[in-house]
Nanobody
Framework: QVQLVESGGGLVQAGGSLRLFCAAS????????MGWFRQAPGKEREFVASISWKDSNTLYADSVKGRFAIARDNSKNTVILQMNSLKPEDTAVYYCAKSRIPYYSQSSAATAYASWGQGTQVTVSS
């Protein structure tokens, strides 16, 4: 059974850094592109970053480009989101997602993903 478990969220001051982790199980991790999305209270879910099953290919939302970095460790079935220079507007629940189809390129579209974690809270204070 596909399982995605996020961790690493917390409270941080503006300008600070945080590293999120997504532990994946129940599928062949290296065959799937992975993504991070976020959702602030009362707002729609928003794309953050994606990484291809070929991990040299990444995609970022304009709002986080240059500040966030996505990476994966196929030996550990883990995807990481390194968040630097955090802003209050980054405050949200962050979700890890698995692409719907194996060997499919990274994507910013939520419809490209089939499975979602339950999220980890990130709060950035000013």
């Amino acid at each position: 059974q596909v399982q995605l478990v996020e961790s690493g969220g917390g409270l941080v001051q503006a300008g600070g850094s945080l590293r999120l982790f997504c532990a994946a199980s129940g599928f062949t991790f290296s065959e799937y592109s992975m993504g991070w999305f976020r959702q602030a209270p009362g707002k729609e879910r928003e794309f953050v970053a994606s990484i291809s099953w070929k991990d040299s290919n990444t995609l970022y939302a304009d709002s986080v480009k240059g500040r966030f970095a996505i990476a994966r460790d196929n030996s550990k079935n883990t995807v990481i989101l390194q968040m630097n220079s955090l802003k209050p507007e980054d405050t949200a629940v962050y979700y890890c997602a698995k692409s719907r189809i194996p060997y499919y390129s990274q994507s910013s579209a939520a419809t490209a993903y089939a499975s979602w974690g339950q999220g980890t809270q990130v709060t950035v204070s000013s």
